[in-house]
């Protein structure tokens, strides 16, 4: 498992989502780049590939976060484990039922970050469920579908390596 | 896996030692590194970016355009303040010498080079940092009223924590009523950056048009910033304090420059 790729993709990732698509925001919602890359290729790949995925886009999303310290990594891992582990288990069925992965991570992702940023300062969770969760999440799922069909080329070009 | 298992060892202990070192008081090294290195880049990334929303001008004309704003800029701060200037000279008159600091603000221009990229906070970079005299706890504005407050820096970089994000808190006072609350951000449903007024005792006058400044109560922000305009009353007749929801005074979603006021140091507690 080579680092350089993985690495440029989750940095590059997370540049395109800190400084080009807040200016293209829907509904004063982006997608989460990153998170999506991740839990994509985790729910498709290995658990070992999973983490490593988790560690570098988490580490990548850090360089550009103001949330508590810690926070966008741990959520980036937890996240990307919860998704091999559902989509792995989908995955006996047909590769395109381990799109599930992508939401169940998701969602892991957003309640650790939500949960984090909450202990750090203190802060209406209920609102932030409703107003940001919500559309930040159906969003995601949207530019998830689209992104599947590149994730599965990908996962067979590298089953083939 | 054996190929893999040395560098995810490796990893993993690093991110163990990021998220100990970054939850220790005085270690925010780790965060100023990333922004030492993430803010060049950005500078670079955010310049084409902007062009998204704006078509490219001729050089010459973004020059001029650039000066005429900034003058504008200059003109808007001076007649936002003026209300609030003109109630400081009358107190000022009636306690003779009595002398308040923070009236001649210096200013620090700053270019939004980026955003947080969770959905979940509202921060902004700004390509200034400790080199150029910022701090933690800095007030940022523009000339339409309050942004936030320096969140984090490095030495050319630094992160304003908007005040329309969720966990902001700043000390208000309406302008015509004198009525003292906490302004705090919200979501609005179409995703607009908005801002809600709470903790105002009942009894109070509170109407739609009012404007908030900041009160300067807690030393975080200097006194008489505007923070926006309230639009609607909450009527809650059966509670201890009256709520409001409040339009921010700055385009909080599409902020470009805004300015940093080097000379108010926030009060910290701690020493």
Same mark, same amino acid.
């Given at each position: 498992?080579?680092?350089?790729?993985?690495?440029?993709?989750?940095?590059?990732?997370?540049?395109? #989502?800190?400084?080009?698509?807040?200016?293209?925001?829907?509904a004063g919602? #982006?997608?989460?780049?990153?998170?999506?890359?991740?839990?994509?290729?985790?729910?498709?790949?290995?658990?070992?590939?999973?983490?490593?995925?988790?560690?570098?886009?988490?580490?990548?999303?850090?360089?550009?976060?103001?949330?508590?310290?810690?926070?966008?990594?741990?959520?980036?891992?937890?996240?990307?484990?919860?998704?091999?582990?559902?989509?792995?288990?989908?995955?006996?069925?047909?590769?395109?039922?381990?799109?599930?992965?992508?939401?169940?991570?998701?969602?892991?992702?957003?309640?650790?970050?939500?949960?984090?940023?909450?202990?750090?300062?203190?802060t209406d969770?209920q609102f932030l469920?409703i107003n940001a969760?919500?559309p930040?999440?159906?969003?995601?799922?949207?530019?998830?579908?689209?992104?599947?069909?590149?994730?599965?080329?990908?996962?067979?070009?590298?089953?083939?390596? | 896996?054996?190929?893999?298992?040395?560098?995810?060892?490796?990893?993993?202990?690093?991110?163990?030692?990021?998220?100990?070192?970054?939850? !220790?008081?005085?270690?925010?090294?780790?965060?100023?590194?990333?922004?030492?290195? =993430?803010?060049?880049?950005?500078?670079? =990334?955010?310049?084409?970016?902007?062009?998204?929303?704006?078509?490219?001008?001729?050089?010459?004309?973004?020059?001029?355009? !650039?000066?005429?704003?900034?003058?504008?800029?200059?003109?808007?701060? !001076?007649?936002?303040?003026?209300?609030?200037?003109?109630?400081?000279?009358?107190?000022? %008159?009636?306690?003779?010498?009595?002398?308040?600091?923070?009236?001649?603000?210096?200013?620090?221009?700053?270019?939004?080079?980026?955003?947080?990229?969770?959905?979940?906070?509202r921060?902004? %970079?700004?390509?200034?940092?400790?080199?150029?005299?910022? %701090?933690?706890?800095?007030?940022?504005?523009?000339?339409q009223g309050l942004v936030g407050?320096?969140?984090?820096?490095?030495? %050319?970089?630094?992160? =304003?924590?908007l005040i329309s994000d969720a966990t902001s808190r700043v000390n208000a006072i309406v302008q015509r009523s004198?009525a003292r609350g906490v302004v705090n951000g919200v979501r609005g449903p179409a995703g607009e950056a908005g801002l809600h007024l709470k903790d105002v005792p009942q009894?109070e006058s509170l109407a739609a048009g009012d404007r908030l400044v900041t009160s300067?109560?807690?030393?975080?922000?200097?006194?008489?910033?505007l923070i926006g305009t309230i639009a609607e009353v909450q009527p809650r007749p059966t509670e201890m304090s009256l709520e409001a929801t409040v339009t921010a005074s700055a385009m909080l979603n599409?902020?470009?420059?805004?300015? =940093?006021?080097?000379?108010? !140091?926030?009060?910290?507690?701690?020493?």
């Amino acid at each position: 498992m080579r680092l350089a790729l993985p690495l440029a993709i989750c940095i590059g990732a997370a540049l395109v #989502q800190a400084t080009v698509l807040p200016h293209m925001a829907l509904a004063g919602v #982006q997608p989460d780049l990153v998170m999506i890359v991740v839990c994509l290729w985790a729910a498709l790949r290995g658990r070992a590939e999973a983490l490593l995925w988790g560690i570098l886009g988490g580490a990548a999303l850090e360089l550009f976060s103001g949330a508590p310290p810690g926070a966008a990594l741990l959520a980036t891992i937890a996240a990307a484990l919860v998704a091999n582990t559902v989509g792995t288990r989908a995955r006996s069925g047909h590769p395109i039922i381990a799109f599930g992965g992508l939401p169940a991570g998701l969602l892991t992702s957003f309640a650790l970050m939500l949960t984090a940023i909450a202990l750090r300062r203190g802060t209406d969770l209920q609102f932030l469920a409703i107003n940001a969760i919500l559309p930040a999440l159906s969003l995601d799922i949207v530019v998830g579908v689209a992104g599947l069909g590149i994730a599965l080329w990908a996962d067979r070009a590298a089953s083939r390596r | 896996m054996t190929r893999a298992a040395g560098p995810l060892i490796l990893l993993v202990a690093l991110s163990a030692f990021v998220i100990a070192a970054a939850s !220790q008081p005085g270690l925010g090294i780790v965060h100023e590194l990333a922004l030492d290195i =993430v803010g060049p880049i950005q500078r670079i =990334v955010s310049a084409p970016a902007r062009g998204l929303r704006s078509s490219a001008t001729i050089d010459e004309i973004a020059a001029e355009n !650039q000066r005429l704003r900034a003058e504008i800029e200059t003109f808007r701060i !001076q007649a936002m303040r003026a209300p609030e200037l003109a109630r400081e000279i009358d107190r000022l %008159t009636a306690l003779l010498d009595l002398r308040r600091s923070g009236t001649d603000w210096l200013w620090l221009e700053a270019r939004i080079i980026g955003h947080d990229p969770s959905n979940l906070m509202r921060v902004a %970079t700004i390509d200034r940092g400790e080199n150029d005299g910022v %701090t933690e706890g800095m007030t940022v504005m523009t000339s339409q009223g309050l942004v936030g407050r320096i969140h984090q820096r490095g030495r %050319t970089a630094s992160r =304003v924590l908007l005040i329309s994000d969720a966990t902001s808190r700043v000390n208000a006072i309406v302008q015509r009523s004198r009525a003292r609350g906490v302004v705090n951000g919200v979501r609005g449903p179409a995703g607009e950056a908005g801002l809600h007024l709470k903790d105002v005792p009942q009894g109070e006058s509170l109407a739609a048009g009012d404007r908030l400044v900041t009160s300067g109560l807690g030393g975080i922000f200097p006194s008489g910033v505007l923070i926006g305009t309230i639009a609607e009353v909450q009527p809650r007749p059966t509670e201890m304090s009256l709520e409001a929801t409040v339009t921010a005074s700055a385009m909080l979603n599409q902020l470009e420059v805004v300015y =940093v006021i080097l000379n108010h !140091q926030p009060l910290r507690l701690d020493g």
